[in-house]
Each structure stands twice: as structure tokens, then as C-alpha cells.
């Protein structure tokens, strides 16, 4: 059975890390969406995933077509022609936020893993429906991050504190150097299981495409939906992958 609708991690399936979106990749994700819906689910902000992604891809694209959950699919955005409307949101209230972020500066004290670690920006960020910490702050080079934690052994053990101070809240590992936290039981499972209902489609008609998807990854957790799932390794193989798609009239 062909796939209905095809899900996106972001950063390193689509893009580059927190980098713009090559003009290869934008104009055949534009033919994607010509006749096939798509979505990115990601851990970035949606002004995040509108100026690295959505907002490079040719003007005529059928967006009515997309779907951006940004922050692990704590949020739903979607464009009717004119506008992007909220679909639905798991916003954290200020006593949530300053619970997660109490216990994110409690555990980086007892670790020190950060102590000598040069920063690039702000390291713990409030997404209104997300915390994400990010070990060398938010603008911190693709090449720096890629040597900080490539293992995950670092974050595994943020993780695991973190989980024993604040169970109450999904701590998932992000990209290369990050930890995002959300209300619990939201994370990209949401996206998938949400698309199902509301375009009254069988998970196992879905497609979601992503780097991370071993055990312990980023994009692993849909697995546990039923989805059918095909790893990347690079936003280029992404590329080939969809234009293969459409060459073989597969979506």
C-alpha cells in the first residue's frame, strides 16, 4: 500500500543541522506536496522550522498539503492559503517551567558536564510547550556538536537524573547535543497518531522518514505507533529518496 501521508524528522533528514534548506531538497518537497500530504516533526520552534525550511520552498508550494508539529509535536500547525492556524497546543504553565528548570540547573551542578564548555547562545530555552537544553546553547556550530556527545552516553545520563527528579514529564535525547521535555506522553507519537484521526487514515498507510530512528534515537519512539518507517542517513539520501518517490509514481 502506498503511503497517504509522509512524516519528516528536520534537522539532519531534511536540513542540515539548524541549517537553511538546500534548493534541491526545497523544490522536490514542493513537488511532493503537489498531490500528497506531508508534515515535519521536530523538536525546533515553528519560527525555527518557517526560517530553516518552510519559508525557502517555492512560492506556489501546496501547503494546504503540510503539516508543521513543532517542539516533539507538542503543537499542530497548519496553512489554509492566508494564514497558519494552531490546531491544537500542550503549552507548559510558568509553575511547569520553573519545576523543569530547577531540576535541569540541579542536575548540570551535580554533572558539571557543562563546566568547561564553551557556550554559543542560550543553553536552556523556554518553547512555551517545550525545554530544550542544548550542552553548547543554541548557536553552536554543526562541527562542535557533532564531536560533544556522538554516543549519547552524556545526555543518557542527563536523562536518567532527570527522570528520577521529575517523572512527571517526557525527557527525551534531541539532535546532537540536546534533551527536550514536554508534558508527559507528548512527543512524536502525537503527530502520528493525530494525522491518523484526523485525516481517517490507518497508521500502516503512513510513511515516516528520519535519521534517528535506531534504538535510543530522536524519531524512534513512532515506531511504537505501527508506523512504517525508512531511515537516512543525510538530507541528500532524503532528497534521493523522495525524488525516487516521485519518479516511480510511488506517492
Known amino acids: 500500500m502506498k503511503p497517504q501521508v509522509?512524516?519528516?524528522?528536520?534537522?539532519?533528514?531534511?536540513?542540515?543541522?539548524?541549517?537553511?534548506?538546500?534548493?534541491?531538497?526545497?523544490?522536490?518537497?514542493?513537488?511532493?506536496?503537489?498531490?500528497?500530504?506531508?508534515?515535519?516533526?521536530?523538536?525546533?520552534?515553528?519560527?525555527?522550522?518557517?526560517?530553516?525550511?518552510?519559508?525557502?520552498?517555492?512560492?506556489?508550494?501546496?501547503?494546504?498539503?503540510?503539516f508543521s508539529f513543532p517542539q516533539n509535536a507538542t503543537e499542530c500547525m497548519t496553512f489554509d492559503g492566508k494564514i497558519w492556524a494552531k490546531e491544537y497546543s500542550f503549552s507548559l504553565s510558568n509553575e511547569e517551567i520553573t519545576e523543569i528548570t530547577n531540576a535541569l540547573n540541579k542536575v548540570l551542578e551535580e554533572t558539571k558536564i557543562i563546566e568547561n564548555e564553551i557556550s554559543y547562545g542560550e543553553r536552556i530555552e523556554n518553547r512555551g510547550a517545550q525545554i530544550t537544553f542544548s550542552a553548547l546553547g543554541q548557536e553552536a556550530p554543526v562541527s562542535a556538536k557533532k564531536t560533544w556527545d556522538p554516543d549519547q552516553i552524556k545526555r543518557r545520563d542527563l536523562q536518567k537524573?532527570?527522570?528520577?527528579?521529575?517523572?512527571?514529564?517526557?525527557?527525551?535525547?534531541?539532535?546532537?547535543?540536546?534533551?527536550?521535555?514536554?508534558?508527559?506522553?507528548?512527543?512524536?507519537?502525537?503527530?502520528?497518531?493525530?494525522?491518523?484521526?484526523?485525516?481517517?487514515?490507518?497508521?500502516?498507510?503512513?510513511?515516516?522518514?528520519?535519521?534517528?530512528?535506531?534504538?535510543?534515537?530522536?524519531?524512534?519512539?513512532?515506531?511504537?505507533?505501527?508506523?512504517?518507517?525508512?531511515?537516512?542517513?543525510?538530507?541528500?539520501?532524503?532528497?534521493?529518496?523522495?525524488?525516487?518517490?516521485l519518479k516511480e509514481n510511488v506517492v
Open 6 to 66: 509522509i512524516l519528516f524528522d528536520l534537522d539532519d533528514t531534511l536540513t542540515e543541522s539548524k541549517q537553511k534548506v538546500s534548493d534541491e531538497m526545497a523544490q522536490v518537497f514542493s513537488r511532493l506536496l503537489e498531490n500528497n500530504k506531508a508534515a515535519i516533526v521536530s523538536g525546533a520552534k515553528f519560527e525555527q522550522q518557517l526560517n530553516q525550511f518552510i519559508n525557502f520552498l517555492p512560492k506556489d508550494s501546496n501547503l494546504k498539503n503540510f
Open 161 to 245: 537524573r532527570l527522570e528520577e527528579i521529575i517523572p512527571q514529564y517526557e525527557i527525551v535525547i534531541g539532535g546532537m547535543t540536546s534533551i527536550d521535555i514536554t508534558k508527559k506522553g507528548i512527543n512524536k507519537t502525537k503527530a502520528v497518531n493525530w494525522l491518523s484521526e484526523k485525516l481517517d487514515l490507518p497508521v500502516s498507510s503512513m510513511l515516516y522518514i528520519g535519521d534517528s530512528l535506531f534504538p535510543g534515537g530522536n524519531d524512534a519512539i513512532v515506531i511504537q505507533t505501527g508506523i512504517p518507517v525508512m531511515e537516512t542517513k543525510n538530507p541528500k539520501q532524503t532528497t534521493g529518496i523522495i525524488d525516487s518517490f
